[in-house]
Protein backbone atom coordinates (compact mmCIF):
# COMPACT_ATOMS: atom_id res chain seq x y z
CA UNK A 1 0.00 0.00 0.00
CA UNK A 2 1.40 3.40 -0.63
CA UNK A 3 1.44 6.27 1.49
CA UNK A 4 -1.32 8.31 -1.21
CA UNK A 5 -3.95 5.51 -0.31
CA UNK A 6 -2.65 5.22 3.60
CA UNK A 7 -4.13 8.81 4.57
CA UNK A 8 -7.21 9.66 5.83
CA UNK A 9 -9.63 10.67 3.11
CA UNK A 10 -11.03 14.12 3.36
CA UNK A 11 -14.76 14.87 4.54
CA UNK A 12 -16.60 14.76 1.09
CA UNK A 13 -18.67 17.89 0.06
CA UNK A 14 -21.32 18.23 -2.53
CA UNK A 15 -20.35 21.43 -4.86
CA UNK A 16 -23.47 23.69 -3.83
CA UNK A 17 -25.47 23.56 -7.63
CA UNK A 18 -25.23 27.76 -7.61
CA UNK A 19 -21.76 28.60 -6.39
CA UNK A 20 -20.18 30.45 -9.51
CA UNK A 21 -18.42 28.39 -12.20
CA UNK A 22 -15.55 29.69 -13.93
CA UNK A 23 -15.98 30.43 -17.37
CA UNK A 24 -13.78 32.25 -20.72
CA UNK A 25 -15.41 35.42 -20.00
CA UNK A 26 -14.71 36.12 -16.39
CA UNK A 27 -11.68 33.87 -16.56
CA UNK A 28 -9.45 37.51 -16.84
CA UNK A 29 -11.48 38.93 -13.82
CA UNK A 30 -10.57 36.06 -11.76
CA UNK A 31 -6.56 36.33 -12.55
CA UNK A 32 -6.96 39.63 -11.83
CA UNK A 33 -8.32 38.71 -8.27
CA UNK A 34 -5.36 36.86 -7.21
CA UNK A 35 -2.41 38.44 -5.25
CA UNK A 36 0.37 37.95 -5.75
CA UNK A 37 4.37 39.25 -4.76
CA UNK A 38 7.75 38.45 -5.19
CA UNK A 39 10.73 39.18 -2.80
CA UNK A 40 14.27 39.10 -3.67
CA UNK A 41 15.74 37.64 -0.87
CA UNK A 42 19.07 38.03 -1.59
CA UNK A 43 21.54 36.53 -4.17
CA UNK A 44 19.33 34.44 -6.98
CA UNK A 45 16.62 33.35 -4.22
CA UNK A 46 12.91 34.61 -4.65
CA UNK A 47 10.03 34.42 -1.92
CA UNK A 48 6.53 34.26 -3.95
CA UNK A 49 3.65 34.56 -2.12
CA UNK A 50 -0.07 33.84 -4.20
CA UNK A 51 -3.46 33.88 -2.99
CA UNK A 52 -7.27 33.83 -3.87
CA UNK A 53 -10.51 33.84 -2.27
CA UNK A 54 -12.15 30.93 -3.54
CA UNK A 55 -16.08 30.03 -2.92
CA UNK A 56 -15.80 26.43 -1.64
CA UNK A 57 -15.15 25.19 1.65
CA UNK A 58 -11.80 24.37 2.85
CA UNK A 59 -12.73 20.07 2.91
CA UNK A 60 -13.30 21.04 -1.23
CA UNK A 61 -9.92 22.90 -1.82
CA UNK A 62 -8.35 19.91 0.37
CA UNK A 63 -9.37 17.20 -1.72
CA UNK A 64 -8.25 19.29 -4.97
CA UNK A 65 -4.90 19.60 -3.32
CA UNK A 66 -4.45 16.29 -2.46
CA UNK A 67 -5.64 14.71 -5.31
CA UNK A 68 -1.76 14.50 -6.30
CA UNK A 69 -1.86 11.90 -9.10
CA UNK A 70 -4.70 14.39 -11.23
CA UNK A 71 -3.20 17.76 -10.28
CA UNK A 72 -1.94 17.56 -13.93
CA UNK A 73 -5.20 17.09 -15.57
CA UNK A 74 -6.25 20.55 -15.06
CA UNK A 75 -3.08 22.83 -13.55
CA UNK A 76 -1.91 24.57 -16.83
CA UNK A 77 1.63 23.77 -18.02
CA UNK A 78 1.95 20.74 -15.16
CA UNK A 79 2.47 17.58 -17.85
CA UNK A 80 3.36 15.12 -14.83
CA UNK A 81 2.05 14.58 -11.52
CA UNK A 82 2.39 11.30 -9.87
CA UNK A 83 3.24 9.86 -6.52
CA UNK A 84 6.59 8.09 -5.97
CA UNK A 85 7.59 5.40 -3.32
CA UNK A 86 8.71 7.46 0.23
CA UNK A 87 11.57 5.54 2.16
CA UNK A 88 10.14 6.68 5.43
CA UNK A 89 6.69 5.96 4.37
CA UNK A 90 5.40 9.77 3.48
CA UNK A 91 4.42 11.39 0.72
CA UNK A 92 7.12 11.91 -1.79
CA UNK A 93 5.24 13.24 -5.36
CA UNK A 94 7.30 13.96 -8.48
CA UNK A 95 6.19 17.54 -10.87
CA UNK A 96 7.17 18.06 -14.28
CA UNK A 97 6.00 21.44 -15.73
CA UNK A 98 6.37 21.96 -19.61
CA UNK A 99 6.02 25.12 -21.56
CA UNK A 100 7.68 27.07 -24.75
CA UNK A 101 9.15 30.09 -23.66
CA UNK A 102 11.00 32.47 -26.65
CA UNK A 103 10.27 29.65 -28.95
CA UNK A 104 12.44 26.80 -26.67
CA UNK A 105 10.68 24.06 -24.84
CA UNK A 106 11.35 24.53 -21.10
CA UNK A 107 10.73 21.73 -18.84
CA UNK A 108 11.46 21.88 -14.64
CA UNK A 109 11.37 19.03 -12.93
CA UNK A 110 11.21 18.32 -9.03
CA UNK A 111 10.60 15.26 -6.65
CA UNK A 112 8.88 17.26 -3.26
CA UNK A 113 8.67 15.44 -0.01
CA UNK A 114 4.63 16.75 1.15
CA UNK A 115 3.42 17.15 4.60
CA UNK A 116 -0.38 17.34 5.16
CA UNK A 117 -1.68 18.98 8.22
CA UNK A 118 -5.57 18.31 7.22
CA UNK A 119 -7.32 20.29 7.14
CA UNK A 120 -5.39 23.61 6.50
CA UNK A 121 -1.71 23.81 5.64
CA UNK A 122 0.36 21.71 2.36
CA UNK A 123 3.99 21.30 3.12
CA UNK A 124 6.64 20.77 0.46
CA UNK A 125 10.51 20.37 0.27
CA UNK A 126 12.28 19.68 -2.65
CA UNK A 127 14.36 16.32 -2.47
CA UNK A 128 15.97 16.62 -6.03
CA UNK A 129 15.09 18.31 -9.37
CA UNK A 130 15.83 21.46 -11.75
CA UNK A 131 16.02 23.82 -8.55
CA UNK A 132 18.85 24.34 -5.31
CA UNK A 133 16.10 25.39 -3.30
CA UNK A 134 12.33 24.77 -3.60
CA UNK A 135 10.46 25.16 -0.78
CA UNK A 136 6.98 26.39 1.15
CA UNK A 137 3.48 25.33 1.03
CA UNK A 138 -0.50 26.25 0.43
CA UNK A 139 -2.22 27.59 2.86
CA UNK A 140 -6.25 27.02 3.42
CA UNK A 141 -8.12 29.80 5.51
CA UNK A 142 -11.69 29.25 6.65
CA UNK A 143 -13.97 32.68 5.37
CA UNK A 144 -17.56 33.99 5.50
CA UNK A 145 -18.25 32.90 2.06
CA UNK A 146 -15.43 30.10 1.21
CA UNK A 147 -12.06 30.15 1.68
CA UNK A 148 -8.81 31.70 1.26
CA UNK A 149 -6.16 29.97 -0.50
CA UNK A 150 -2.66 30.80 -0.19
CA UNK A 151 0.54 29.56 -2.19
CA UNK A 152 3.80 30.24 -0.32
CA UNK A 153 7.24 29.66 -2.31
CA UNK A 154 11.35 30.12 -1.73
CA UNK A 155 12.99 29.07 -4.79
CA UNK A 156 16.67 29.14 -5.94
CA UNK A 157 17.23 28.45 -9.32
CA UNK A 158 19.96 26.52 -10.50
CA UNK A 159 22.76 28.51 -12.36
CA UNK A 160 21.64 27.53 -15.96
CA UNK A 161 18.19 29.05 -15.07
CA UNK A 162 18.27 33.17 -15.78
CA UNK A 163 16.51 34.21 -12.28
CA UNK A 164 14.31 36.79 -13.98
CA UNK A 165 13.05 34.13 -16.69
CA UNK A 166 12.11 32.49 -13.42
CA UNK A 167 10.42 34.94 -11.99
CA UNK A 168 7.83 35.97 -15.12
CA UNK A 169 7.22 32.52 -15.31
CA UNK A 170 6.01 32.47 -11.36
CA UNK A 171 3.98 36.08 -12.08
CA UNK A 172 2.54 34.59 -15.57
CA UNK A 173 1.44 30.89 -14.08
CA UNK A 174 0.91 30.83 -10.48
CA UNK A 175 -2.74 33.18 -11.13
CA UNK A 176 -3.47 30.61 -13.82
CA UNK A 177 -2.78 28.13 -11.33
CA UNK A 178 -4.61 29.05 -8.56
CA UNK A 179 -7.84 29.98 -11.45
CA UNK A 180 -7.40 26.44 -12.13
CA UNK A 181 -7.71 24.98 -8.75
CA UNK A 182 -10.68 27.49 -8.29
CA UNK A 183 -12.61 26.13 -11.22
CA UNK A 184 -11.90 22.43 -10.21
CA UNK A 185 -13.04 23.15 -6.10
CA UNK A 186 -16.28 24.91 -7.18
CA UNK A 187 -16.98 22.20 -10.26
CA UNK A 188 -16.11 19.00 -8.89
Known amino acids: MDAYSERPAAPSWTPDPLAPEVTNLDLDRLLDSV ?5 DLGG ?4 VQASLRVPAPVEALWQVLTNYEKLA ?3 PNLSTSRLLPHPEGGIRLEQVGGQRILK ?6 VV ?3 VED ?3 RISFTIVEGDFKEFSG ?3 LTPQAKGTELGYFLEVRPKLTMPVKVLECRLNIDLPRNLAAIYQQ ?4
Open 73 to 75: DFI
Open 35 to 39: EITTQ
Open 104 to 109: LNFSAR
Open 185 to 188: AVTQ
Open 112 to 114: LDM
Open 118 to 120: YPH
Open 137 to 139: YWQ
Open 44 to 47: RKRQ
